[in-house]
C-alpha cells in the first residue's frame, strides 16, 4: 500500500508539472502586526462548543495568503470563501462592485462596499492586495525546488505532576491487572512536515505519540501510534481540488456530509451559514473522523464535480454474540465506536482498528453569479454491525452496518439576502432539513434567521449541522440573530434560539425544549481601547436525580453567564487584557455559582524576534455543572480551551523566539492550583496532590 502510494504521488506530480496556471504575484509587503480583531473572531468560534477543536487549517490557510497574497480584482468566489470571516453576501458584493466599476484602485475602495465594515476589512487587508496585472507561471521541478515552502514541526509536551498510571508497580501486581498502567511514557510527541507550493500545491507527513503510548518499542516498534500524509492539488487546469492520502470532506450545510472543523453558534450571530469547502487535505491528528483514500474536484464550465473514496480502519468495542436464527453462530457486533485516538492500555490496544470503514459518494454543484445548487450522496459500509446496548433514547440512532445519505442544498442571492439551506435523507426514511437566509438590512444592520428540524430516526456517521445537540437527529429549533452598529464605537449583538427536542435524550427521559438566548454589548472608542459585556441565558431539561417508581422526571436547569472583558494597547509593543465571568446554575430549587477573573499580558515588538504572553487567573466554582470554559494562546497551530472549576488559580506564560528567519521556538507552562483539593483527576489520570503543570515546547524549521 505504501509502495502504491508513492507510485501514484510520482504519477500525478510529474503530470502536473508540465501544466501552465495563473497565479497572481504578490506586491512584497511587510509582514503585519498581531491581528487581533482575527483573534478575537477565533475565540469566538472556539468557545461555542465545550469540545476541543482543532482550528490549525483555518491559521495554515491564512498563513498561506499572508505569504502568498490575493489579488481581490482576478480573485474568484472559492477562492474568497477560504476566508472564513467572510461571509457570501460580503464577497457578492465584492464582485458585483468589480464587474460594476471595474478593477479597485486601492484597498481603501473596501469602504465603500456594502457589508465591509471596519474590522471586516481589518481581517482582510493583510492578506489581500489590488494589482491590474495577472501573470502566467509554467510550473517546473526548478521553480517547485526554488519557491516551495519546506516546514518541520517538532513538539513535545508533558504533565510534570506524576500520574497514577506512570507510578512505579510490581511485575506481580502488574501480571494480576495488566490495564492498572500506561504503556509507555508521559511524553505527548507531535512530528510534522509539510511542503506547499503557493496555493497550489501541497504535501506531507504528520505522526503522534499520544501521552501513554509507546514508541519505538512494543506494541509501538515503527514509532508513533498514528501517522497521516497527503498529497494535494488546487486550481491546476479544470482541476479544482485532487487529494490523494488523508483528506476532508464538506458539501452543503453539513446534514449530508461534513467531515473536519465545524461552526455553530457563538458570539457572531450573523454568519450562520456554513462555507463547505470541498475536498481539503488532512493534516491534524484526530484518528478516526477523517477520510484515507482518493478525491478530487472538477470545474466544467458553471458545474463542479466532486467524488471521493474512502477506506480506512476505526477503533470500535466488538462485542461477541450469538444469534439463534444463525444455528447459535458467534458474531461480531460493534457496541461503540470509538473517537478518543488513546491507545494506552491492553485493553485500549485492543480495541484499535477493529473496525473497516468503507465510504464512496460525490457532489454536484452548479454555480452562476448570485446561484447555486447542489447534490450530495454518500454511502457507507462497515466491516460490523453497529449494535448498540438498547435504551429507550438511542433505539432510533444508527444500528446497521450499511448507510446511505441523499441530500439537496441551495443558495441564492437576492440583493442584499442570502438564502441558503439543504435537506437530507438517510437509508431508513430518516429526513433531516435546515433553511435560512442572512439579511443585510442596511450598512449598520444585519440579520439572520435559521430554523431545522432533524428527525428522531435521521442517521449519518458524518455530519455536522448548526444545532444545539452535538449530533444531527432529534431537534427541531429557529434561530434569530441581529447584528446593528449603533455608531462608529459601539456594536449590539443579539441572538435567540428556541429549540425541542421530540423524542428523549440521554439524561432526559422525555420529549423536551428549551432556548438559549445572547446579548453582546463592544466598545470600541479607539485602535488601543476595546470592551465588551455579554449576558447569555441558557434552559434545557435534565432529568430529576430522584426517582419514583423506577421513573425518572425532568427538570429545567438554567445556566447564565455574565461577562465583561477589556482590552488595552499601553504600547505598540505591549497589551493588557482582563476579564471577569460569573455563572449561575439552577436546577430544582437549587442554586449554584461559578466565578472566573484574569489578566493577561502580551508583549511583542519588531525590534527583537522575541514576544512573550503571560496569564493569571483566579476561579471559584461550587461544582462542575458551573465550569467555565476559557480561550488559552498556545504554540502555533496549537489549541488550548480548558475548563476552570472548583477553586483555585492558574497561570501559564507563553514564549517566541525567532532564532532567524528559518528557525523559530515556542515554550508553555501552564499550571493549575487547587485550594480546595488535594487529589486531581482520577483513574490513571489522577495526581496526588493540588497542583497540575504542563510544559509544552515546539520548534518550527523552514527550508
Known sequence: MNRLLQILLCFFLFIIIPLQIKAQEPQQQPTPEKNESLEQKLEDIVEATDEEVDYAYLLEELDAFLKNKVNLNKATFDELQRFFFLNDIQINNLLEHIRTNGKLMSLLELQSIDGFDAETINMLLPYVYVSGNVSDRQISIKDMLKRGDNQLFIRYQQYIEQQEGFSDID???????????????SARIYTRYKYSYYNNISFGITAEKDQGEEFFRGTQKNGYDFYSAHFYVRNIGKIKSLAIGDYHAQFGQGLTFWSGLAFGKSADAINIRKNALGIRPYTSVDENLFMRGVAGTVAIKHFEISGFFSMKKRDGNLSLITDTLENEDELLTVSSLLETGYHRTPSEIEKKNTIDELMYGGNIQYRKRRFSFGLTGVRTELSHKIDKTFNLYNQFEFNDKENLNLGVDYSYIFRNINFFGEVSRSLNGGMAFCNGAIFNLD?????????RRFDKNYQSLYSSAFSEGS???NEEGIFLGLMTSLSRAWKLTVYADNFNFPWLRYR????????????????????????????RHKNKALNNTDVTNGLYFIQDTEKENYRFEIKYRVTDDFMLKNRIEQVRYSIADNTYNGFTMYQDLQFKTKKVPFSVTLRYALFDTDNYDTRIYVYENDVLYASSFPSYYYKGSRVYVLLNYKVRKNLEFWLRVAQTYYNDRNVIGSGLDEIQGNTKTEVKAQMRLKF
Open 471 to 473: 449530533k444531527v437527529i
Open 443 to 451: 450598512s449598520r444592520v444585519s440579520l439572520s434567521v435559521l430554523h
Open 508 to 535: 432526559v427521559n422525555a420529549p423536551s425544549k428549551g432556548f438559549d438566548y445572547l446579548l453582546q454589548l463592544n466598545y470600541k472608542p479607539s485602535k488601543t481601547l476595546e470592551m465588551y459585556a455579554r449576558y
Open 171 to 185: 511485575d506481580s501486581s502488574l501480571a494480576l491487572n495488566p490495564n492498572s498502567r500506561y504503556l509507555g511514557s
